[in-house]
């Protein structure tokens, strides 16, 4: 959340509840000196943006895993959702991990670029992803893993 965004909010939530207790909706001895959670609520983000940047960052990583394999993005995605395994797709390209790896680094990064550029994501993020696959974590190269 934008710094200025949050001091409004805040604002707004401690209006609100001085105005609560100017008209006597809420007395001033309450027994519990714990704050009302309707205040600790509005200062959280809503639940659709807590992992805006996270599902970005997926979506450039299957496109450049689909681009290094030469299919379609929801080919992949169709493809691990049915079980098969990244790294079974690549082997029938006649592809290590390590080449992979390479590829799809070259491949990411113009894409992680240009959501920084946007300011979709840090470059911090961006670092991160990209080092994560120098070092051998292929994301999906053993599959989906679904929680339980």
Do not use: C, Y
Request: net charge positive; charged share 25%; no cysteine.
């Amino acid at each position: 959340m934008h710094p200025l965004a949050a001091i409004v909010v805040k604002t707004a939530g401690a209006a609100g509840v001085a105005a609560l207790l100017g008209a006597g909706v809420v007395s001033a001895a309450s027994p519990s000196p714990a704050p009302t959670p309707t205040a600790a609520a509005s200062t959280n983000k809503p639940a659709a943006d807590n992992h805006a940047d996270r599902r970005l960052v997926r979506r450039a990583v299957i496109e450049a895993e689909a681009d290094v394999l030469g299919i379609k993005p929801e080919t992949l995605v169709k493809d691990l959702k049915a079980g098969q395994k990244l790294s079974d797709l690549a082997k029938d390209k006649g592809m290590t991990k390590e080449q992979f790896a390479d590829r799809l680094v070259a491949n990411l990064k113009p894409r992680l670029e240009t959501l920084v550029d946007h300011k979709q994501i840090t470059q911090a993020q961006a670092d991160k992803v990209l080092d994560r696959i120098a070092h051998g974590h292929v994301p999906f190269w053993d599959g989906i893993h679904r929680r339980k």
